[in-house]
T-cell receptor, first 112, second 112 residues
Framework: QKEVEQDPGPLSVPEGAIVSLNCTYSNSAFQYFMWYRQYSRKGPELLMY????GNKEDGRFTAQVDKSSKYISLFIRDSQPSDSATYLCAMRSMEYGNKLVFGAGTILRVKS | NAGVTQTPKFQVLKTGQSMTLQCAQD?????MYWYRQDPGMGLRLIYYSASEGTTDKGEVPNGYNVSRLNKREFSLRLESAAPSQTSVYFCASGGAFADTQYFGPGTRLTVL
């Protein structure tokens, strides 16, 4: 069983929809949670970073962490075709030091 | 300010051939990483270097070697390429903690 599970999709939505992307994890030691966005044939780029349980908002993006359920989510409001990309969750624990564990990524397609 | 650069962008090798992937960063980061990305597997850490002069194995180090040439450069070497090493390779750099990593554009490697 992978430490971090993420539905690969693809998830296809119409422009303007609210998108929900999710990851579950098994290691309760994970404390730091990130979402990276990767456009086709490009390297990933950091989108959101959260440390504790709860919500963090940045423009149209909201990251949510529920440590009790070992579940993290990324919500995208008013989705745009430019949001079409692969979204990877990543997490870190102190026991892993400076190493991240990534999910497999979810492909998102926003149709105009 | 180029960020993280990787060379080459594409490479085709025959089984048993060797090659070195080059990576350089101009952000004065201490940490550098090499990942491979395969469909359905997400990003998997091959090797990382927490600082100049140190390297450590990641999740999938077999068949690879690395050199942290100086603070800017971190190379990945395949001594005897195998078809299982066909993948997209990403180099990344980061600050004191692994959470914010900056990725290069990737090298697409095919081993025949």
């Amino acid at each position: 069983q992978k430490e971090v599970e993420q539905d690969p999709g693809p998830l296809s939505v119409p422009e303007g929809a609210i998108v929900s992307l999710n990851c579950t994890y098994s290691n309760s030691a994970f404390q730091y949670f990130m979402w990276y966005r990767q456009y086709s044939r490009k390297g990933p780029e950091l989108l959101m970073y959260t440390y504790s349980s709860g919500n963090k908002e940045d423009g149209r993006f909201t990251a949510q962490v529920d440590k009790s359920s070992k579940y993290i989510s990324l919500f995208i409001r008013d989705s745009q075709p430019s949001d079409s990309a692969t979204y990877l969750c990543a997490m870190r624990s102190m026991e892993y030091g400076n190493k991240l564990v990534f999910g497999a990524g979810t492909i998102l397609r926003v149709k105009s | 300010n180029a960020g993280v650069t990787q060379t080459p962008k594409f490479q085709v090798l025959k089984t048993g051939q060797s090659m070195t992937l080059q990576c350089a960063q101009d952000m004065n980061h201490n940490s550098m990483y090499w990942y491979r990305q395969d469909p359905g597997m997400g990003l998997r850490l091959i090797y990382y270097s927490a600082s100049e002069g140190t390297t450590d194995k990641g999740e999938v180090p077999n068949g690879y070697n690395v050199s942290r040439l100086n603070k800017r450069e971190f190379s990945l070497r395949l001594e005897s390429a195998a078809p299982s090493q066909t993948s997209v390779y990403f180099c990344a750099s980061g600050g004191a903690f692994a959470d914010t990593q900056y990725f290069g554009p990737g090298t697409r490697l095919t081993v025949l």
